[in-house]
Protein backbone atom coordinates (compact mmCIF):
# COMPACT_ATOMS: atom_id res chain seq x y z
CA UNK A 1 0.00 0.00 0.00
CA UNK A 2 2.99 2.22 0.79
CA UNK A 3 4.29 1.89 -2.36
CA UNK A 4 1.10 2.07 -3.94
CA UNK A 5 0.51 5.91 -2.78
CA UNK A 6 3.67 7.05 -3.32
CA UNK A 7 2.66 5.98 -6.73
CA UNK A 8 -0.45 8.29 -6.88
CA UNK A 9 1.52 11.34 -5.13
CA UNK A 10 3.97 11.07 -8.10
CA UNK A 11 0.65 11.39 -10.15
CA UNK A 12 -1.02 14.48 -8.31
CA UNK A 13 2.38 16.37 -8.49
CA UNK A 14 2.59 16.23 -12.51
CA UNK A 15 -0.84 16.84 -12.54
CA UNK A 16 -0.49 20.05 -10.36
CA UNK A 17 1.94 21.18 -13.20
CA UNK A 18 -0.90 20.43 -15.63
CA UNK A 19 -2.92 22.52 -14.42
CA UNK A 20 -1.00 25.53 -14.26
CA UNK A 21 -3.34 28.14 -16.96
CA UNK A 22 -1.35 28.69 -20.62
CA UNK A 23 -1.27 32.24 -21.11
CA UNK A 24 0.36 32.14 -24.25
CA UNK A 25 -2.74 30.53 -25.62
CA UNK A 26 -4.53 33.76 -26.42
CA UNK A 27 -1.57 35.33 -27.84
CA UNK A 28 -1.81 32.78 -30.40
CA UNK A 29 -5.18 33.42 -31.68
CA UNK A 30 -4.43 37.33 -32.34
CA UNK A 31 -1.39 36.54 -34.35
CA UNK A 32 -2.30 33.93 -36.03
CA UNK A 33 -4.73 32.99 -39.35
CA UNK A 34 -3.69 36.68 -40.61
CA UNK A 35 -4.16 35.30 -44.13
CA UNK A 36 -7.59 34.94 -43.95
CA UNK A 37 -8.76 38.10 -42.45
CA UNK A 38 -7.54 40.50 -44.84
CA UNK A 39 -8.01 44.11 -42.52
CA UNK A 40 -7.67 46.62 -44.38
CA UNK A 41 -9.47 47.70 -47.83
CA UNK A 42 -8.09 50.37 -49.81
CA UNK A 43 -10.71 53.09 -50.02
CA UNK A 44 -8.51 55.29 -52.71
CA UNK A 45 -10.28 54.74 -55.73
CA UNK A 46 -8.05 55.62 -57.79
CA UNK A 47 -5.43 53.30 -56.15
CA UNK A 48 -7.67 50.14 -56.84
CA UNK A 49 -5.66 49.26 -59.26
CA UNK A 50 -2.63 48.82 -57.52
CA UNK A 51 -2.38 44.89 -57.57
CA UNK A 52 -1.22 44.88 -61.32
CA UNK A 53 2.16 44.05 -62.02
CA UNK A 54 4.00 47.22 -62.50
CA UNK A 55 5.07 47.89 -65.92
CA UNK A 56 8.23 46.07 -66.58
CA UNK A 57 9.31 48.85 -69.81
CA UNK A 58 9.42 51.68 -67.06
CA UNK A 59 12.29 52.89 -65.55
CA UNK A 60 10.95 54.04 -61.86
CA UNK A 61 7.81 51.87 -61.23
CA UNK A 62 8.25 48.01 -59.91
CA UNK A 63 8.50 46.63 -56.67
CA UNK A 64 11.24 48.00 -54.42
CA UNK A 65 12.28 44.76 -51.32
CA UNK A 66 14.00 45.44 -47.92
CA UNK A 67 14.43 45.96 -44.68
CA UNK A 68 12.43 48.79 -43.02
CA UNK A 69 14.35 49.27 -39.94
CA UNK A 70 13.26 51.72 -36.96
CA UNK A 71 15.37 54.54 -36.29
CA UNK A 72 13.77 55.50 -33.19
CA UNK A 73 12.67 52.31 -30.55
CA UNK A 74 11.49 51.47 -27.83
CA UNK A 75 13.77 48.26 -26.40
CA UNK A 76 12.17 48.32 -23.14
CA UNK A 77 9.21 47.04 -23.80
CA UNK A 78 9.39 45.52 -27.20
CA UNK A 79 11.63 42.68 -29.30
CA UNK A 80 13.79 44.79 -31.93
CA UNK A 81 12.65 43.66 -35.33
CA UNK A 82 13.29 45.28 -38.40
CA UNK A 83 10.69 44.45 -40.82
CA UNK A 84 10.52 43.18 -44.28
CA UNK A 85 8.75 46.12 -46.78
CA UNK A 86 7.73 46.31 -50.16
CA UNK A 87 7.43 49.88 -51.57
CA UNK A 88 5.39 49.70 -54.77
CA UNK A 89 5.40 52.97 -57.71
CA UNK A 90 2.64 52.23 -59.44
CA UNK A 91 2.76 55.19 -61.91
CA UNK A 92 4.21 58.66 -62.11
CA UNK A 93 1.95 61.55 -63.51
CA UNK A 94 5.11 63.29 -65.44
CA UNK A 95 3.39 66.70 -65.77
CA UNK A 96 2.20 67.31 -62.38
CA UNK A 97 5.08 65.56 -61.21
CA UNK A 98 3.21 63.22 -58.94
CA UNK A 99 4.07 59.79 -57.85
CA UNK A 100 1.61 57.10 -56.98
CA UNK A 101 1.84 53.49 -55.12
CA UNK A 102 1.70 51.16 -52.21
CA UNK A 103 3.73 49.95 -49.20
CA UNK A 104 3.30 46.56 -47.68
CA UNK A 105 4.90 45.61 -44.83
CA UNK A 106 3.61 43.48 -41.39
CA UNK A 107 0.61 42.62 -43.29
CA UNK A 108 -0.03 46.25 -43.44
CA UNK A 109 -0.87 47.89 -46.85
CA UNK A 110 -0.97 51.42 -47.28
CA UNK A 111 -1.68 53.76 -50.84
CA UNK A 112 0.49 56.47 -51.00
CA UNK A 113 1.23 59.51 -53.24
CA UNK A 114 2.56 62.83 -53.53
CA UNK A 115 5.17 64.85 -55.77
CA UNK A 116 8.84 64.38 -56.61
CA UNK A 117 11.12 65.95 -58.81
CA UNK A 118 14.06 64.70 -61.30
CA UNK A 119 17.55 65.52 -59.90
CA UNK A 120 21.28 64.60 -60.27
CA UNK A 121 20.55 62.18 -57.26
CA UNK A 122 17.29 60.52 -59.16
CA UNK A 123 13.74 60.63 -58.16
CA UNK A 124 13.48 62.46 -54.79
CA UNK A 125 9.57 62.17 -53.68
CA UNK A 126 8.33 63.18 -50.82
CA UNK A 127 4.89 61.01 -50.43
CA UNK A 128 1.80 60.32 -47.97
CA UNK A 129 -0.19 57.74 -46.70
CA UNK A 130 -4.26 58.49 -46.34
CA UNK A 131 -4.00 59.16 -42.32
CA UNK A 132 -6.90 57.40 -41.68
CA UNK A 133 -5.00 53.96 -40.07
CA UNK A 134 -2.93 54.20 -37.08
CA UNK A 135 0.09 53.34 -38.53
CA UNK A 136 0.07 56.16 -41.58
CA UNK A 137 2.85 57.81 -42.35
CA UNK A 138 4.94 60.01 -44.53
CA UNK A 139 7.87 58.84 -46.83
CA UNK A 140 10.78 60.59 -48.51
CA UNK A 141 12.55 58.68 -50.88
CA UNK A 142 15.04 58.63 -53.63
CA UNK A 143 15.02 56.41 -56.29
CA UNK A 144 17.75 55.69 -58.21
CA UNK A 145 17.24 53.89 -61.60
CA UNK A 146 20.60 53.92 -62.27
CA UNK A 147 21.29 51.41 -59.01
CA UNK A 148 17.88 50.36 -59.13
CA UNK A 149 17.45 51.44 -55.55
CA UNK A 150 15.04 53.01 -53.54
CA UNK A 151 16.26 55.03 -50.19
CA UNK A 152 15.08 57.17 -47.62
CA UNK A 153 13.13 57.37 -44.41
CA UNK A 154 9.13 57.08 -43.30
CA UNK A 155 7.59 58.89 -40.51
CA UNK A 156 4.46 58.05 -38.76
CA UNK A 157 1.70 61.12 -38.57
CA UNK A 158 0.87 59.54 -34.74
CA UNK A 159 4.00 58.80 -32.13
CA UNK A 160 1.59 56.30 -29.76
CA UNK A 161 3.03 53.20 -30.94
CA UNK A 162 6.83 51.91 -30.87
CA UNK A 163 9.20 52.42 -33.64
CA UNK A 164 7.65 55.58 -35.51
CA UNK A 165 10.52 56.16 -37.63
CA UNK A 166 12.59 53.90 -39.91
CA UNK A 167 14.95 54.08 -42.46
CA UNK A 168 15.39 51.77 -45.56
CA UNK A 169 17.39 50.89 -48.60
CA UNK A 170 15.76 49.15 -50.87
CA UNK A 171 16.48 46.88 -53.88
CA UNK A 172 13.93 46.84 -57.60
CA UNK A 173 12.85 43.06 -57.84
CA UNK A 174 10.87 41.47 -59.51
CA UNK A 175 7.82 39.40 -57.99
CA UNK A 176 7.58 35.80 -59.71
CA UNK A 177 5.68 32.81 -57.91
CA UNK A 178 8.45 29.58 -57.88
CA UNK A 179 7.10 26.52 -56.23
CA UNK A 180 10.05 25.38 -55.98
CA UNK A 181 11.57 27.39 -53.33
CA UNK A 182 12.76 26.34 -50.56
CA UNK A 183 13.78 27.51 -46.98
CA UNK A 184 17.39 28.00 -46.55
CA UNK A 185 19.52 25.41 -44.22
CA UNK A 186 19.53 26.98 -40.43
CA UNK A 187 15.86 28.65 -40.93
CA UNK A 188 15.46 26.87 -37.44
CA UNK A 189 17.98 28.89 -35.35
CA UNK A 190 15.84 32.38 -36.75
CA UNK A 191 17.73 34.28 -34.00
CA UNK A 192 14.52 36.59 -33.04
CA UNK A 193 11.90 33.45 -33.60
CA UNK A 194 14.08 31.59 -30.57
CA UNK A 195 14.19 35.32 -28.54
CA UNK A 196 10.71 35.76 -28.97
CA UNK A 197 10.22 31.87 -27.35
CA UNK A 198 12.00 32.58 -24.75
CA UNK A 199 9.90 35.79 -23.96
CA UNK A 200 7.03 33.91 -23.60
CA UNK A 201 5.64 34.55 -27.36
CA UNK A 202 5.79 30.62 -27.94
CA UNK A 203 4.51 27.98 -26.52
CA UNK A 204 6.31 24.29 -26.08
CA UNK A 205 6.76 22.30 -29.00
CA UNK A 206 6.96 25.58 -30.99
CA UNK A 207 10.51 25.19 -31.35
CA UNK A 208 11.89 24.56 -34.95
CA UNK A 209 13.88 22.34 -35.64
CA UNK A 210 15.83 21.03 -38.70
CA UNK A 211 12.44 18.90 -40.20
CA UNK A 212 11.59 22.65 -41.47
CA UNK A 213 13.54 22.90 -44.60
CA UNK A 214 12.84 19.28 -45.40
CA UNK A 215 9.25 19.59 -46.78
CA UNK A 216 7.71 22.32 -49.49
CA UNK A 217 3.95 21.89 -49.13
CA UNK A 218 4.09 24.19 -52.38
CA UNK A 219 6.02 21.33 -54.69
CA UNK A 220 4.47 18.11 -53.98
CA UNK A 221 1.76 16.28 -52.03
CA UNK A 222 2.52 15.76 -48.27
CA UNK A 223 1.59 12.34 -46.85
CA UNK A 224 -0.03 11.77 -43.69
CA UNK A 225 3.42 10.06 -42.11
CA UNK A 226 5.21 12.49 -43.35
CA UNK A 227 3.99 15.38 -41.22
CA UNK A 228 2.63 13.29 -37.95
CA UNK A 229 5.84 13.06 -36.32
CA UNK A 230 6.34 16.43 -36.65
CA UNK A 231 6.43 19.73 -34.27
CA UNK A 232 3.71 22.07 -34.26
CA UNK A 233 6.16 24.97 -34.67
CA UNK A 234 8.02 22.94 -38.00
CA UNK A 235 4.38 22.54 -39.18
CA UNK A 236 3.53 25.93 -38.86
CA UNK A 237 6.22 27.69 -41.01
CA UNK A 238 6.07 24.36 -43.60
CA UNK A 239 2.10 25.81 -44.08
CA UNK A 240 3.48 29.42 -43.74
CA UNK A 241 6.15 28.94 -46.29
CA UNK A 242 2.95 28.01 -48.83
CA UNK A 243 1.71 31.60 -48.41
CA UNK A 244 5.51 33.41 -48.29
CA UNK A 245 5.93 31.92 -52.04
CA UNK A 246 3.15 33.81 -52.68
CA UNK A 247 4.43 36.51 -51.64
CA UNK A 248 1.83 37.26 -48.81
CA UNK A 249 3.06 39.94 -45.78
CA UNK A 250 2.66 38.22 -42.68
CA UNK A 251 0.73 39.75 -39.80
CA UNK A 252 1.96 37.25 -37.39
CA UNK A 253 4.91 38.27 -36.33
CA UNK A 254 6.85 34.94 -35.66
CA UNK A 255 5.86 34.70 -39.14
CA UNK A 256 8.18 37.47 -40.05
CA UNK A 257 10.88 36.74 -37.91
CA UNK A 258 11.41 33.12 -39.79
CA UNK A 259 10.49 34.75 -42.99
CA UNK A 260 11.70 38.17 -43.37
CA UNK A 261 15.34 37.18 -43.51
CA UNK A 262 14.93 34.54 -46.33
CA UNK A 263 16.45 36.32 -49.35
CA UNK A 264 13.60 35.16 -51.97
CA UNK A 265 11.20 36.33 -49.87
CA UNK A 266 8.94 39.78 -50.76
CA UNK A 267 6.05 40.79 -49.19
CA UNK A 268 3.37 41.93 -51.76
CA UNK A 269 -0.29 40.84 -51.30
CA UNK A 270 -1.88 40.76 -47.97
CA UNK A 271 -4.66 38.20 -48.86
CA UNK A 272 -3.42 35.57 -51.35
CA UNK A 273 -6.01 33.01 -50.91
CA UNK A 274 -7.08 33.17 -54.71
CA UNK A 275 -3.54 32.65 -55.80
CA UNK A 276 -3.36 29.02 -53.83
CA UNK A 277 -2.70 25.91 -56.10
CA UNK A 278 -5.03 22.66 -55.23
CA UNK A 279 -2.21 21.32 -54.30
CA UNK A 280 -1.14 23.58 -52.01
CA UNK A 281 -5.00 23.96 -50.69
CA UNK A 282 -4.93 20.29 -50.06
CA UNK A 283 -1.44 20.47 -48.19
CA UNK A 284 -2.35 23.45 -46.15
CA UNK A 285 -5.70 20.88 -44.73
CA UNK A 286 -3.38 18.25 -43.73
CA UNK A 287 -0.76 20.51 -42.00
CA UNK A 288 -3.48 22.22 -40.38
CA UNK A 289 -5.24 19.42 -39.28
CA UNK A 290 -2.07 18.05 -37.71
CA UNK A 291 -1.15 21.93 -35.96
CA UNK A 292 -4.51 21.85 -34.35
CA UNK A 293 -4.09 18.66 -33.36
CA UNK A 294 -0.35 19.34 -31.67
CA UNK A 295 -1.83 22.85 -30.19
CA UNK A 296 -4.61 21.01 -28.54
CA UNK A 297 -3.54 18.11 -27.41
CA UNK A 298 0.29 18.08 -27.43
CA UNK A 299 1.19 18.86 -24.07
CA UNK A 300 -2.56 17.36 -22.69
CA UNK A 301 -3.63 14.45 -20.64
CA UNK A 302 -4.51 12.87 -23.89
CA UNK A 303 -4.24 11.80 -26.67
CA UNK B 1 -11.23 18.30 13.64
CA UNK B 2 -9.97 14.90 14.79
CA UNK B 3 -12.24 13.40 12.29
CA UNK B 4 -11.03 15.10 9.23
CA UNK B 5 -7.52 14.31 10.23
CA UNK B 6 -8.52 10.72 10.18
CA UNK B 7 -9.85 11.24 7.01
CA UNK B 8 -6.91 12.97 5.64
CA UNK B 9 -4.58 10.42 7.00
CA UNK B 10 -6.11 7.41 5.26
CA UNK B 11 -4.60 6.49 2.02
CA UNK B 12 -7.90 5.39 0.50
CA UNK B 13 -8.82 8.71 0.92
CA UNK B 14 -6.39 9.86 -1.39
CA UNK B 15 -6.29 7.13 -3.86
CA UNK B 16 -9.69 7.11 -4.37
CA UNK B 17 -9.95 11.41 -4.74
CA UNK B 18 -7.08 10.71 -7.12
CA UNK B 19 -9.23 7.96 -9.14
CA UNK B 20 -12.17 10.27 -9.63
CA UNK B 21 -9.77 13.30 -10.60
CA UNK B 22 -8.41 10.94 -13.07
CA UNK B 23 -11.80 9.46 -14.20
CA UNK B 24 -13.24 12.91 -14.69
CA UNK B 25 -10.48 13.72 -17.27
CA UNK B 26 -11.52 10.34 -19.03
CA UNK B 27 -15.27 11.53 -18.93
CA UNK B 28 -13.81 15.08 -20.39
CA UNK B 29 -12.45 13.25 -23.48
CA UNK B 30 -15.18 11.21 -23.78
CA UNK B 31 -17.43 13.92 -23.41
CA UNK B 32 -15.69 16.00 -26.74
CA UNK B 33 -17.45 13.04 -29.46
CA UNK B 34 -20.55 13.42 -27.84
CA UNK B 35 -22.79 14.46 -29.82
CA UNK B 36 -21.83 11.67 -32.84
CA UNK B 37 -19.38 13.65 -34.92
CA UNK B 38 -16.39 11.85 -36.81
CA UNK B 39 -14.27 15.00 -37.57
CA UNK B 40 -13.33 15.85 -34.05
CA UNK B 41 -10.80 15.48 -31.40
CA UNK B 42 -8.41 12.53 -32.18
CA UNK B 43 -10.80 11.97 -35.18
CA UNK B 44 -9.34 14.97 -36.70
CA UNK B 45 -6.38 13.41 -37.44
CA UNK B 46 -7.98 9.54 -38.75
CA UNK B 47 -9.65 10.69 -41.48
CA UNK B 48 -8.08 8.25 -43.70
CA UNK B 49 -10.12 5.27 -41.37
CA UNK B 50 -13.49 7.44 -40.34
CA UNK B 51 -14.79 6.36 -43.52
CA UNK B 52 -14.88 2.36 -42.44
CA UNK B 53 -17.75 1.90 -40.93
CA UNK B 54 -16.25 -1.33 -38.57
CA UNK B 55 -13.71 1.70 -38.00
CA UNK B 56 -16.27 4.32 -36.64
CA UNK B 57 -18.38 1.39 -34.86
CA UNK B 58 -15.50 0.31 -32.95
CA UNK B 59 -14.51 3.97 -32.25
CA UNK B 60 -17.59 5.36 -30.86
CA UNK B 61 -18.30 1.68 -28.86
CA UNK B 62 -14.78 1.91 -27.10
CA UNK B 63 -15.23 5.86 -26.64
CA UNK B 64 -18.95 5.19 -25.10
CA UNK B 65 -18.29 2.12 -22.91
CA UNK B 66 -14.94 2.27 -21.64
CA UNK B 67 -15.94 4.57 -18.90
CA UNK B 68 -18.18 1.99 -17.06
CA UNK B 69 -14.84 -0.10 -17.30
CA UNK B 70 -13.20 2.35 -14.86
CA UNK B 71 -16.68 3.11 -12.68
CA UNK B 72 -17.85 -0.40 -12.21
CA UNK B 73 -13.89 -1.63 -11.45
CA UNK B 74 -12.64 0.13 -8.86
CA UNK B 75 -14.55 -0.48 -5.66
CA UNK B 76 -14.34 -4.09 -6.41
CA UNK B 77 -11.43 -4.40 -5.06
CA UNK B 78 -11.93 -3.18 -1.33
CA UNK B 79 -13.19 -6.35 0.81
CA UNK B 80 -14.76 -4.44 3.19
CA UNK B 81 -16.84 -3.54 0.71
CA UNK B 82 -17.32 -7.27 -1.04
CA UNK B 83 -18.41 -8.11 2.88
CA UNK B 84 -20.98 -5.59 3.46
CA UNK B 85 -22.58 -5.87 0.27
CA UNK B 86 -21.92 -8.98 -1.87
CA UNK B 87 -24.48 -8.28 -4.49
CA UNK B 88 -23.64 -4.71 -5.81
CA UNK B 89 -19.96 -6.74 -5.98
CA UNK B 90 -21.98 -9.48 -8.65
CA UNK B 91 -23.54 -6.55 -10.38
CA UNK B 92 -20.27 -4.49 -10.72
CA UNK B 93 -18.68 -7.39 -11.48
CA UNK B 94 -21.17 -8.61 -14.55
CA UNK B 95 -21.21 -4.90 -15.76
CA UNK B 96 -17.37 -5.33 -15.71
CA UNK B 97 -17.31 -8.48 -17.54
CA UNK B 98 -19.75 -7.67 -20.01
CA UNK B 99 -18.32 -4.56 -21.10
CA UNK B 100 -14.70 -5.98 -21.50
CA UNK B 101 -15.39 -8.61 -22.96
CA UNK B 102 -18.42 -7.58 -25.35
CA UNK B 103 -17.91 -4.10 -26.21
CA UNK B 104 -14.14 -2.19 -25.22
CA UNK B 105 -11.98 -5.30 -25.62
CA UNK B 106 -12.89 -6.15 -29.13
CA UNK B 107 -13.48 -2.55 -30.24
CA UNK B 108 -9.78 -1.94 -29.02
CA UNK B 109 -8.73 -4.62 -31.20
CA UNK B 110 -10.16 -2.55 -34.05
CA UNK B 111 -8.34 0.30 -33.03
CA UNK B 112 -5.25 -1.33 -32.41
CA UNK B 113 -5.16 -2.46 -35.72
CA UNK B 114 -5.30 0.86 -36.78
CA UNK B 115 -3.14 2.56 -34.59
CA UNK B 116 -1.27 5.74 -35.50
CA UNK B 117 2.57 5.98 -34.68
CA UNK B 118 3.33 2.49 -37.42
CA UNK B 119 3.57 -1.25 -36.32
CA UNK B 120 5.12 -0.89 -33.18
CA UNK B 121 1.99 0.80 -31.50
CA UNK B 122 -0.05 -1.25 -33.61
CA UNK B 123 1.33 -4.60 -32.05
CA UNK B 124 1.20 -2.89 -28.56
CA UNK B 125 -2.60 -2.05 -28.46
CA UNK B 126 -3.49 -5.22 -30.11
CA UNK B 127 -1.36 -6.90 -27.64
CA UNK B 128 -3.35 -4.72 -25.01
CA UNK B 129 -6.26 -5.56 -26.03
CA UNK B 130 -6.16 -9.87 -26.67
CA UNK B 131 -4.37 -9.87 -22.94
CA UNK B 132 -7.34 -7.76 -21.82
CA UNK B 133 -9.78 -9.65 -23.35
CA UNK B 134 -7.98 -12.90 -22.44
CA UNK B 135 -7.34 -11.97 -18.33
CA UNK B 136 -11.11 -10.96 -18.24
CA UNK B 137 -12.24 -14.15 -19.40
CA UNK B 138 -10.06 -15.82 -17.47
CA UNK B 139 -11.52 -13.94 -14.01
CA UNK B 140 -15.18 -15.02 -15.23
CA UNK B 141 -14.05 -18.74 -15.93
CA UNK B 142 -12.93 -18.71 -12.39
CA UNK B 143 -15.59 -17.57 -10.45
CA UNK B 144 -18.15 -19.66 -12.08
CA UNK B 145 -15.80 -22.64 -10.58
CA UNK B 146 -16.10 -20.45 -7.15
CA UNK B 147 -12.17 -20.40 -7.67
CA UNK B 148 -11.73 -16.75 -5.66
CA UNK B 149 -8.06 -17.46 -5.28
CA UNK B 150 -7.72 -17.17 -9.34
CA UNK B 151 -10.78 -14.99 -10.00
CA UNK B 152 -9.42 -12.47 -7.84
CA UNK B 153 -5.68 -12.61 -9.50
CA UNK B 154 -6.97 -12.18 -13.18
CA UNK B 155 -8.93 -9.54 -11.90
CA UNK B 156 -6.46 -7.69 -10.52
CA UNK B 157 -4.37 -8.44 -13.82
CA UNK B 158 -7.30 -7.62 -16.30
CA UNK B 159 -7.95 -4.05 -14.16
CA UNK B 160 -4.10 -3.20 -14.45
CA UNK B 161 -4.62 -3.17 -17.71
CA UNK B 162 -7.87 -1.31 -17.84
CA UNK B 163 -5.93 1.47 -16.23
CA UNK B 164 -3.92 2.20 -18.82
CA UNK B 165 -6.24 4.29 -20.10
CA UNK B 166 -5.22 6.50 -17.60
CA UNK B 167 -1.73 5.54 -17.02
CA UNK B 168 -0.88 6.07 -20.99
CA UNK B 169 -1.83 9.68 -20.64
CA UNK B 170 0.36 10.40 -17.60
CA UNK B 171 2.85 9.02 -19.24
CA UNK B 172 2.10 10.85 -22.52
CA UNK B 173 1.77 13.76 -20.21
CA UNK B 174 5.04 12.98 -18.18
CA UNK B 175 7.26 12.54 -21.50
CA UNK B 176 6.60 15.65 -22.92
CA UNK B 177 6.69 17.62 -19.95
CA UNK B 178 10.01 16.41 -19.24
CA UNK B 179 11.16 16.21 -23.21
CA UNK B 180 9.17 17.54 -25.16
CA UNK B 181 9.98 14.62 -27.49
CA UNK B 182 8.21 14.51 -31.17
CA UNK B 183 4.34 13.83 -31.09
CA UNK B 184 4.60 10.17 -32.96
CA UNK B 185 7.81 9.11 -30.52
CA UNK B 186 5.44 9.98 -27.37
CA UNK B 187 3.00 7.97 -29.19
CA UNK B 188 5.14 4.63 -29.82
CA UNK B 189 6.93 5.28 -26.46
CA UNK B 190 3.26 5.31 -24.43
CA UNK B 191 1.72 2.13 -26.62
CA UNK B 192 4.07 0.17 -24.68
CA UNK B 193 4.93 2.12 -20.76
CA UNK B 194 0.95 2.74 -20.60
CA UNK B 195 0.55 -1.06 -19.82
CA UNK B 196 3.26 -3.01 -19.78
CA UNK B 197 4.72 -1.07 -16.55
CA UNK B 198 1.15 -1.70 -15.25
CA UNK B 199 0.97 -5.75 -15.66
CA UNK B 200 4.79 -5.73 -14.28
CA UNK B 201 3.59 -3.99 -10.98
CA UNK B 202 0.32 -6.45 -10.42
CA UNK B 203 2.81 -9.40 -11.49
CA UNK B 204 5.28 -8.19 -8.36
CA UNK B 205 2.53 -8.03 -6.10
CA UNK B 206 0.99 -11.06 -7.02
CA UNK B 207 4.20 -12.63 -5.95
CA UNK B 208 4.50 -10.87 -3.26
CA UNK B 209 1.06 -11.88 -1.94
CA UNK B 210 2.00 -15.44 -2.73
CA UNK B 211 5.02 -15.09 -0.35
CA UNK B 212 3.28 -13.72 2.29
Same mark, same amino acid.
Given at each position: ??????????????????????????????????????????????????????????????????????????????????????????????????????????????????????????????????????????????????????????????????????????????????????????????????????????????????????????????????????????????????????????????????????????????????????????????????????????????? | ????? =?????????? =???????????????????????????????????????????????????????????????????????????????????????????????????????????????? =?????????????????????????????????????????????????????????????????????????????????????
Amino acid at each position: MQYFTSFWWACLCLWAVACQPKSTSENKAQTDEANTKPTQTIKDSSQSKTDDAPKPMSKVEGYYTGVFEPTNFDSENDVYHANKITISIDSLDKTQQWLYGHSIVAGNKRPFKGTYQLTDSGYVAKVKEPGDNRYDGQFRFTIKPDQQSLSGTWEAFRKDFSATATRYVLKRKTFKYEPSLGLPPGVEWAALYNHALMMGHTRKGERLSGDVVKLNASAKALKKEEVANLYRGDLEVIRNAIYARHGYSFKNRKMRFVFDHIDWYMPISIDVRNELTDLEKKNIDLLKRYENHAARYYDVFGR | MRQLT =LILRNPVFWV =LGLYLFFCYLMLQITLQYIPYDTDVAFLRIKQDYTGYAHYRIAFFVHVYTSMLVLLAGFTQFSARLRKKWPTAHKNLGRLYIVVVLVFSAPSGLVLGVYANGGWSAQVAFCL =LALMWFYFTLRAMQAIRQQNYTAHQRWMWRSFALALSAITLRLWKYGLVWAFQPRPMDVYRWVAWLGWTLNLIAIELYIIYRKQS
